[in-house]
């Protein structure tokens, strides 16, 4: 019986490190994807002039919508895009120019004005998507359940988008700080991030066809 239960435990740890690796792995690889900090700009630039509710509410719009995309994705994109005869890399393609019409309207007019008249569309685009559910946040996604499993998959999302909650939660305060001016600046040199980004996405996209 000590034997048995020995080797169990033994079999437990080994899993349990296996697992601890793997969901490592899966949220850095997804953290940096995403990459919460680094929106912060877009985030803010878009919700400057509403009130808390109304900013709180996109935030939640942006995470749940986010989270959503990606774990449907990361079970079902693989089908999802070949139903639709769409290939990953014309995926890329496509949010690659989404992404670069984001960049040019925070270069031109410091902020994003399609949002409508419903503050929660701007939750969902452009910030959910592409911005952090984008191609390549999907394509991490995709190759971390075929490589890793649903649990690791989900508990990765889950994790990063917690983070990512919290991070654009404090913008505002980081934002008061900064001021008008430095907003301002801050939104145009990361609208020069984004296109660089969007461009990389069409490019990957065109060498894989």
């Given at each position: 019986m000590f034997d048995i239960a020995t080797i169990?435990?033994?079999?437990?740890?080994?899993?349990?490190n296996i697992f601890g690796d793997d969901l490592l792995r899966a949220t850095i690889s997804l953290f940096a994807v995403i990459n919460?900090?680094?929106?912060i700009p877009l985030f803010a630039s878009m919700t400057q002039k509403m009130q808390k509710v109304e900013r709180d509410r996109v935030l939640k719009?942006?995470?749940?919508?986010?989270?959503?995309?990606?774990m449907i994705f990361a079970?079902?994109?693989?089908?999802?895009l070949s139903i639709f005869g769409i290939t990953?890399?014309?995926f890329m393609i496509a949010g690659g120019i989404l992404l670069f019409v984001v960049s040019i309207e925070l270069l031109t007019h410091g902020g994003w004005r399609f949002g409508g008249t419903v503050s929660d569309e701007s939750g969902v685009v452009p910030l959910a998507f592409p911005l952090l559910a984008g191609?390549?946040?999907?394509?991490?996604?995709?190759?971390?359940f075929q490589m890793s499993g649903l649990m690791v998959t989900i508990l990765s999302i889950a994790i990063v988008m917690g983070i990512t909650y919290v991070v654009f939660f404090l913008t505002g305060k980081i934002y008061k700080i900064l001021g008008r001016r430095g907003s301002l600046i801050i939104t145009r040199i990361f609208a020069v991030l984004i296109a660089a980004i969007a461009v990389q996405y069409v490019v990957d996209g065109l060498k894989t066809i």
């Open positions: 169990s435990s033994h079999n437990l740890i080994s899993f349990l919460p900090i680094g929106t719009t942006t995470v749940i919508t986010a989270s959503a995309l990606l079970v079902a994109g693989t089908q999802i990953i890399s014309s191609p390549g946040a999907i394509t991490t996604v995709i190759l971390s």
